[in-house]
């Protein structure tokens, strides 16, 4: 395991807000962990607030995911039920303490000085962010190999 950020890697949910962390290692990636640190967010202003996601028709989703700087999603390898912004991932809800986001094809390559960022979905995809609010920090861990 190796800890990705020196500092607090925050997210907000609107306004292209996405926490960014550049690598200092080479490094084949089987799983990322994200480890709430501070803050969280809102998909109706003045609701519920959480660390990773949002409530919706009284269930909760997760709606963070990491992507490289391309904005190309990294993690999860999921299909988003119901909606392209929001998925379910069992042990694991909006409010979790901490979550683990597998790769479930083949490992990712991160490379030293290469950058990864996370997104709340709506944000990333400029879905109905306009009554989001809030910033959620985490610490970004990823489990694998060092090259």
Request: charged share 15%; proline share 3%; aromatic share 12%.
């Amino acid at each position: 395991m190796v800890k990705l950020n020196t500092d607090p890697v925050c997210f907000g949910s609107a306004g292209d807000q996405y926490g960014s962390l550049i690598s200092s290692v080479n490094m084949t990636v089987l799983m990322f962990q994200l480890v709430h640190l501070s803050g969280s967010v809102a998909c109706n202003k003045g609701k519920d607030r959480y660390n990773w996601g949002c409530l919706f028709v009284n269930k909760l989703y997760l709606m963070t995911v990491i992507t490289d700087e391309q904005n190309q999603v990294i993690v999860p390898e999921i299909h988003f039920e119901n909606h392209p912004h929001r998925y379910n991932l069992q042990g694991f809800h909006a409010n979790s303490i901490y979550l683990n986001l597998t790769r479930k094809s083949e490992p990712y390559r991160l490379l030293n000085g290469s950058g990864v960022r996370v997104w709340l979905t709506e944000d990333l995809h400029n879905f109905n962010e306009y009554d989001n609010d809030g910033t959620s920090c985490t610490d970004v861990y990823a489990f694998g190999y060092l090259n």
